[in-house]
């Protein structure tokens, strides 16, 4: 996968398969498997750190993530998420958090909204770094937003968001994430632009999925809208093993003969 490929993906109606990714153990499943990229998401706030947003990780920590998920996915294409204000408060700090992400493995940036970010994303894209797009729900802003709802909900935003996306194509993103949107809207932005789509909560007529990989394995209990598929029962049958390990180690059946060194 490189960015050169994803517009004849999009032609040919090949759905891109995106899905995040923190640490090199899970990297290396995923370096196995038929998924496309990896977003290296600053959802590893949340998911990884147990914060109740995205907010409190650093441009070092995202750096660090991005690192541990290249050593374990050598072949992957690595989105990495510039995080909350590392793009926005001046082009040197911009550079220096794009350049931190770019030297730890990853072969492009994400960053959120496009209100006060063109200029940014041109030059960023002018470096000779890709940058993916994200409107619609755009987590670093939940505080604005009123919390994680969907977006899109009335004519006035939906025109924004479909006037929001063309300048993010313009601006020169090679993708765009919609997150949380209604599917016809998601479907009327897919439409209008050149560029693939990555939905997220965006129905089905985007040009490829993203979801948050704790959410797909089911590690997460206490988080499932509506448009999160389970693919294992992960909590269940982690709790399983550690509760058997409990159980083996209690009545002495852990560790058995074979698992003693002799001598
Ligand atoms: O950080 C993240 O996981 C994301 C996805 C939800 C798109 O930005």
Redesign the pocket.
Known sequence: MNILKLPERKRKQDKIVMI?CYDYTSARIVEQSDVDMI?V????AMVMHGHNT?LPISVEMMAWHVASVRNGAPTKFIVG?LPFLSYRKSLSETMNAVGQLMQAGAESV?L?GINGNEETIRHIVDSGVPVMG?IGLT?QSVNQLGGFHVQGGNAADRDRLKTEALTCQAAGCFAL?L?CVPETLAAEISAALTIPTIG?GAGAQTDGQ?L?MHDLLGLNQDFRPKFVRRYLDGNRQWLDAFNQYASDVRDGSFPASEERYAG
């Open positions: 995040t977003l998401g600053d959802s590893a995205t998420d994400k959120e994200h987590p994430v997150e997220i993203v948050v």
